[in-house]
């Protein structure tokens, strides 16, 4: 099994409405996001002869989704949550891309340098 990994970052704000403690109030993050696609063979031939895919392959959808959607956003306005934790933001980019990006296995966004959350297929 091959698996290749692209790394991304953004800056954007949110509040956690529910949550009891600093993070009910407004904040925000220097977001990284690492996007991890697997597959069990390589290409074959062609141009991108012996990769999963092309990096470039994967920022041509990422960062459209990133400017869009995240990148210096109010999260809890443009993902349409009230809760936007890295857990929600991990498994909306995996079902934002997941039909983009085949063989998407997991996203893991950080909040922090310390801290962060993955959603994976198993």
Known sequence: MFEIEKTFSFEAGHTLT???????????????LKIALRKKALEPSGPK???VMDFGGISAHVKPMIEKYLDHAWLNT???????TAEFIAEWIFKHLE?????LYKVTIFETATSSASYCVS
Do not use: I, R, W
């Not at 009891?20 to 977001?31: E, I, L, M, R």
């Not at 443009?78 to 936007?84: A, D, F, I, K, Y």
């Not at 039909?99 to 063989?103: A, E, F, N, S």
């Open 78 to 84: 443009t993902l349409e949550t009230e809760t936007p």
């Open 18 to 32: 529910h949550h009891d403690g600093k993070c009910k109030n407004p904040h925000g993050h220097s977001y990284v």
């Open 49 to 51: 002869k012996g990769m």
């Open 99 to 103: 039909k983009k990006l085949p063989g």
